[in-house]
């Protein structure tokens, strides 16, 4: 139990685009949704969280016009970097947790490589 | 301002050997102390911990919480290279923020060799 899958787990893209990355919590209800950004050698970075239904909460530095946060059911958040640029190449993992279980673990996804050229 | 520190930063070790890794924590609350694995992708789960002096065990790992000096070992007994990652200790001090938010520490960074 408790599988979160992050897609695409690589991403390449050219400078200007803009890219979405989905998570999916695969047999719980995620009430909430976590969005890190991890450098190498680095630890974890929390960049926002998202509540099911309610506008992401942002991490102070972190730009929300830059990166778009959807988490419009109890299974899906998105998060959409826009017009990306060579600085936001980095790995990005989500985690979710299960909104019935009163332990708050969170659960991580994969991760996703954005590569932007 | 809430922290969590992680002693050592990296470690070298060779197959059979036994390591403990170190947590230690300053926050305001504190609900859980949270131990993930990391190795190429995303952290998986290994223990959670909310009372002091209650060993967690899972195979070779174990780990201990001690609430009144604030700190968390997790051991791990004869090392595999398998074992080879980063282990990242996380407090949870949402007992009255309500944001559910972890704070992380840097992790330690496990080599064995074989």
């Known amino acids: 139990g408790a599988v979160v899958s992050q897609h695409p787990s690589w991403v390449i893209c050219k400078s200007g685009t803009s890219v979405k990355i989905e998570c999916r919590s695969l047999?719980?209800?995620?009430?909430?949704m976590f969005w890190y950004r991890q450098f190498p050698k680095q630890s974890l970075m929390l960049m926002a969280t998202s509540n099911e239904g309610s506008k992401a909460t942002y991490e102070q530095g972190v730009e929300k016009d830059k990166f778009l946060i959807n988490h419009a059911s109890l299974t899906l958040s998105t998060l959409t970097v826009t017009s990306a640029h060579p600085e936001d190449s980095s790995f990005y993992i989500c985690?979710?947790?299960?909104?019935?279980?009163?332990?708050?673990?969170?659960?991580f996804g994969a991760g996703t490589r954005l590569s932007v050229l | 301002e809430d922290k969590v520190v992680q002693s050592p930063l990296s470690l070298v070790v060779h197959e059979g050997d036994t390591v403990t890794l170190n947590c230690s924590y300053e926050?305001?609350?504190?609900?859980?102390l949270l131990w993930y694995k990391q190795e190429k992708k995303a952290p998986t789960f290994l223990f959670m911990l909310?009372?002091?002096?209650i060993e967690k065990k899972s195979g070779r790992l174990s780990s201990i919480l001690d609430k009144k000096e604030l700190f968390s070992i997790l051991n791990i007994t004869a090392t595999q290279t398998g074992d080879s990652a980063v282990y990242l200790c996380a407090v949870d001090p949402s007992a009255t923020s309500g944001t559910y938010k972890y704070i992380f520490g840097t992790g330690t960074r496990l080599k064995v060799l074989a």
């Open positions: 047999d719980f209800q995620a009430t909430t």
């Open positions: 926050v305001t609350n504190f609900r859980s």
């Open positions: 909310t009372s002091s002096g």
């Open positions: 985690s979710a947790r299960d909104g019935q279980d009163s332990k708050n673990i969170q659960y």
